[in-house]
């Protein structure tokens, strides 16, 4: 082969594949029902569920089919747009009211019930990554149970507010943990665990890793990637693939957060007490209505 040849041959570009109309509708369809079937997700987790079915490839290009589709289903009105969740961005502002009545009958509509009051046990489920707030949130939410985001290693400061609260709990602490399974996200969970136990050291905590775990990858078929061999941590990870929370079902999920939380506060339980919540509640309804109609408000 000539020079000229090499030269030539350095120059021709490889055809990069564009879907066709058709093929971009079938996409679409598919990522509906994903939706529709895992909501209220993430747009990662929307990919993960893509790559696994063969709708999208497993890159970064595959998730930018997935983001853009995303963005076009959503202004065309094909999902809803409270059917992702995205909780790293959000607004501050001081509630405010139009009338002293107005802000009781928000404060009935809006009562919950100390469910945890007479447990004998204090329950927290810490979560690795903010963006999947909005998808446990709705478990935590229901069960009253506190949602930590720790954005991977924890602040000190934030770090020692959670162990002062613990402490003045004064009943055994359960922490589940939520996080990559990767070189950091182990170690994240560990460093938690450490810190807590150092800054409230005569709390009871038991501390566990919720997700995501080994038999989790093997059960679920969840999709990996290489591990980064320059992570420090890389040596005490062993050869395993690392493998992103965002990888697993946002049901399953949801099912690992509420069965963990169902082992102290059993259904039956739960039940009995959202009954007498929303009875409390119709009570506060009821003397507010009667104070308005008094001419008291």
């Not at 996409?27 to 209220?40: C, F, M, N, S, Y």
Request: charge should be negative; charged fraction near 25%; hydrophobic fraction near 40%.
């Amino acid at each position: 082969m000539s020079a000229g040849e090499v030269y030539e041959t350095s120059l021709v570009k490889p055809q990069r594949h564009r879907s066709t109309a058709d093929e971009v509708w079938r996409r679409r369809a598919g990522i509906l029902e994903i939706v529709k079937q895992i909501r209220p997700a993430t747009v990662r987790q929307v990919f993960y569920q893509a790559s696994v079915h063969g709708i999208v490839e497993k890159t970064e290009a595959g998730y930018a089919k997935v983001q853009s589709d995303l963005v076009w289903m959503r202004r065309a009105r094909f999902v809803p747009y409270d059917w992702l969740a995205d909780s790293t961005r959000w607004m501050r502002k001081p509630r405010s009211h139009n009338s002293v009545c107005e802000a009781l009958e928000e404060t009935a509509r809006l009562y919950r019930k100390n469910l945890w009051h007479s447990s004998s046990s204090y329950v927290e489920i810490w979560l690795e990554k903010d963006a999947l707030a909005g998808v446990i949130a709705p478990i935590t939410y229901q069960f009253d149970v506190p949602l930590m985001v720790a954005r991977g290693y924890a602040s000190l400061s934030f770090l020692h507010g959670a162990a002062e609260n613990i402490s003045e709990q004064g009943k055994p602490a359960y922490i589940y943990h939520l996080g990559d399974f990767d070189p950091s996200g182990v170690d994240a969970g560990r460093k938690i665990e450490a810190t807590l136990r150092e800054m409230a050291p005569d709390a009871e905590i038991h501390f566990e890793r919720l997700a995501v775990l080994p038999w989790q990858i093997e059960a679920w078929n969840l999709p990996g990637r290489p591990t980064k061999r320059t992570d420090t941590r890389a040596k005490a990870f062993g050869d395993h693939d690392s493998v992103e929370l965002d990888s697993i079902p946002p049901d399953a999920l949801r099912h690992l957060v509420s069965d963990a939380i169902g082992r102290h506060l059993p259904a039956d339980e739960l039940a009995v007490l959202k009954i007498a919540e929303a009875s409390e509640r119709a009570i506060l309804a009821d003397l507010i209505g009667d104070l308005a109609d008094s001419g008291t408000l």
